[in-house]
């Protein structure tokens, strides 16, 4: 069913895709993205405490939650002819190979502005342990048909 | 990698020129660089999230679409933040964490575009102990059109 800003109403949800995480998944997104910072690389370097943290091993880029959330949000928006607009996200636990992670979004509400009409969207990602590793807001545009 | 070409991957390279927590200066422009945007740099990046849809991938779908083209899915400022910056940029410095992002977007970014950053440390903190530096970053296509614009939290490396 399209998705439509008239009966899209607070609570409603947005599922986004499994992603497992890899060690494989991490270099690919080494290449996609250009950052090669040896927290995702080098397990020597990431023996290293961290201030007071000490990852074990090396650990997925949290960049990578900003991609698979978009991509949620664009796959939602486009049949719509939706425009994602903004995206916000904290990482609360790092994400590790073996790891399966999923978005989701929540509607928390809908906002019709002199020009234009928008929805705000609660998004967090969980691990395979229903545990949350990031969380954020999103806004997409649902612009008055011309 | 097709797309890492002329691309120093070696982070620790460079890394005793780049500033440290101390040495940045909230208000001072970063030295970036213009960088042209490939449908397979794109691409690569979207594989790597497993984006795939076909405004990404499938020419005569994209055309017939209301974007009259391919373009590259907002995130591509992960890989711009990178593509954009100098080997010397404290971006790259070993062990920095990101923190927190937010992004704002205006147009896509399509293949063929060559992306230009304007990019500064905008402020400066500690908090329980650890560095923080909060920067702001907005890219532009080659008209000078905002694709997206964004502000970040990294924790420096002591």
């Not at chain 1, 990578?64 to 995206?87: C, E």
């Not at chain 2, 200066?25 to 740099?41: D, F, H, S």
């Not at chain 2, 080997?87 to 927190?100: E, F």
Request: proline share 6%; charged share 25%.
């Amino acid at each position: 069913m399209t998705t439509n800003f008239e009966t899209l109403n607070a609570g409603d949800t947005i599922d986004g895709p499994d992603f497992a995480v890899s060690r494989e998944s991490i270099r690919l997104f080494c290449d996609g993205s250009l950052d090669y910072n040896p927290l995702h690389l080098d397990d020597d370097y990431m023996k290293n405490s961290f201030g007071k943290t000490n990852f074990g091993g090396i650990i997925m880029h949290g960049m990578n939650n900003f991609g698979l959330i978009t991509r949620m949000l664009t796959d939602w928006a486009y049949p719509a002819g939706a425009i994602h607009r903004r995206l916000e996200t904290r990482w609360v636990k790092p994400v590790k190979p073996g790891d399966t992670i999923r978005p989701v979004g929540i509607i928390k509400a809908k906002q019709v502005t002199q020009k234009s009409r928008w929805v705000l969207i609660d998004v967090l990602v969980k691990n395979q342990n229903d545990e949350k590793v990031a969380t954020g807001e999103a806004m997409v545009e649902f612009p008055i048909a011309a | 990698m097709m797309q890492a070409q002329g691309f120093e991957t070696d982070f620790w390279k460079d890394a005793n020129v780049r500033k440290v927590w101390d040495e940045i200066i909230p208000g001072v422009p970063r030295k970036t660089l213009p960088y042209l945007l490939t449908k397979e740099a794109i691409q690569l990046y979207c594989r790597s999230v497993g984006e795939d849809h076909p405004l990404y991938f499938d020419e005569a779908y994209a055309k017939a679409s209301p974007y009259k083209g391919l373009i590259a899915p907002p995130s591509i400022h992960i890989l711009l933040m990178f593509s954009c910056t100098p080997t010397d940029d404290w971006m790259r410095t070993p062990g920095t964490v990101n923190a927190g992002q937010s992004w704002s977007y205006n147009i896509p970014a399509r293949p063929g575009d060559t992306i230009t950053l304007q990019a500064r440390a905008l402020d400066k903190f500690i908090k329980r102990e650890r560095l923080f530096v909060v920067h702001d970053n907005v890219f532009f296509n080659q008209h000078g059109d905002v694709i997206c614009s964004g502000r970040g939290q990294t924790i420096r490396p002591m």
